[in-house]
């Protein structure tokens, strides 16, 4: 199993420029949710979904939409770019059941100038 | 709203120690809580595993507990080693039987030096 994977792992955008942050999970897992980690401020939840077709707001939604069509990619759309969205973006997945946690994929590093 | 809180922030100590990590949250309807460690510039490790229906989990030199009634957790690093060194976060899983993502808190940033 690969895990978590996420693309691109480095991406420089100018202000207004659309893009999209790849995630995907080869373990079968029914949750997957997205954050977005400043300094100070630590990891915040973007978007999260409980299945294929089903998706819900987190704590720090605007400026992102997110979709799920397959139970295995969970691709976080940035329609807009601003400054203030530069960040580091971290793509989990979880398995349902009582005893599992999330796995975390490797991040991707955003500027936006 | 959840909020998440980790005392200290920042911690040194030297090799050897014991040493304890703390994080309350502020509802204490949780699901589960998770406790993670990320090394400069790299992603989340998943250390350990709590349920709200568990008392303390243990892993190698690290033993989580849980206090739901409270709304505390810790986490013990016995021994600790120059590799020990990292952010160690705690996440809490909230209703909805954790499908909703996670809650942080800000992370401590532990150095142990040799």
């Known amino acids: 199993n690969a895990g978590v994977t996420q693309t691109p792992k480095f991406q420089v955008l100018k202000t207004g420029q659309s893009m999209t942050l790849q995630c995907a999970q080869d373990m079968n897992h029914e949750y997957m949710s997205w954050y977005r980690q400043d300094p100070g401020m630590g990891l915040r939840l973007i978007h999260y979904?409980?299945?294929?077709?089903?998706?819900d707001q987190g704590e720090v939604p605007n400026g992102y939409n997110v979709s799920r069509s397959t139970t295995e990619d969970f691709p976080l759309r940035l329609l807009s770019a601003a400054p203030s969205q530069t960040s580091v973006y971290f793509c989990?997945?979880?398995?349902?059941?009582?005893?599992?946690?999330?796995?975390f994929g490797s991040g991707t590093r955003l500027t936006v100038v | 709203k959840q909020e998440v809180t980790q005392i200290p922030a920042a911690l040194s100590v030297p090799e050897g120690e014991n040493l304890v990590l703390n994080c309350s949250f502020t509802?204490?309807?949780?699901?589960?809580l998770q406790w993670f460690r990320q090394d400069p510039g790299k992603g989340l490790t998943s250390l350990l595993l709590i349920q709200s229906s568990q008392r303390e989990q243990t892993s190698g030199r690290l033993n989580a507990s849980l206090d739901k009634s409270s709304g505390r957790s810790t986490l013990y690093i016995a021994a600790s080693q120059p590799g020990d060194s990292a952010t160690y976060l705690c996440?809490?899983?909230?209703?909805?039987?954790?499908?909703?993502?996670?809650?942080f808190g800000k992370g401590t940033h532990l150095i142990i030096q040799p």
């Open positions: 979904s409980v299945g294929a077709g089903i998706t």
């Open positions: 989990a997945s979880r398995q349902w059941g009582d005893n599992y946690g999330y796995t």
């Open positions: 996440a809490v899983g909230n209703r909805r039987g954790g499908a909703d993502g996670l809650t």
């Open positions: 509802d204490s309807a949780i699901y589960n």
